[in-house]
């Protein structure tokens, strides 16, 4: 009798954690190895940015690039990894001139943010004043951000 019992918990207790497991892949869909830069960087370049604004991973190993294609035109275009083809693309004419970071600028905040531990990222951020946000996870899950500027680590945060 004591068996009958125990196998509805025993089955209830791995249907919790199958589903806890479920959400953590899902969590994870929407990030991207640090490894993969040099793909995001590639194919964004191959599209035309000159200049990068901000670097968002998607769901499903996509990611979005915000930058500039010359001094004219802003462009935000979403990737399809897997393919290499854009999949929205979405551009304008601004006055005032490109600002942002170069790929060499990027891999280098990316470098600095890897010796801090970052292990994934969800997002590369720039502003016009060349600080650099980028926010993701280290080797444990834990979410990190950090920022730099000139080539320096400004603030490291865990959450």
Do not use: H
């Not at 892949?25 to 990030?31: I, L, S, V």
């Not at 990027?106 to 890897?114: G, N």
């Amino acid at each position: 009798m004591q068996r009958n019992t125990q196998r509805p918990l025993v089955l209830a207790g791995s249907l919790a954690l199958l589903m806890g497991a479920a959400g953590l892949a899902q969590a994870a869909d929407d990030r991207l190895a640090t490894e993969r830069l040099d793909e995001v960087l590639t194919q964004a370049s191959d599209f035309g940015f000159q200049a990068f604004e901000e670097i968002e991973a998607k769901r499903g190993g996509r990611f979005e690039v915000e930058g500039w294609l010359d001094d004219e035109w802003q462009a935000e275009v979403s990737f399809d990894p897997a393919s290499g083809e854009s999949l929205r693309e979405e551009r304008r004419r601004r006055d005032g001139g490109a600002w942002g970071l170069s790929e060499a600028e990027v891999r280098d905040a990316m470098a600095l943010a890897v010796a801090e531990g970052l292990a994934e990222f969800e997002e590369i951020q720039a502003d016009r004043d060349g600080r650099v946000e980028i926010e993701g996870y280290d080797v444990d899950g834990r979410e990190l951000e950090v920022k730099s500027r000139d080539g320096e680590v400004v603030e490291v945060e865990y959450d």
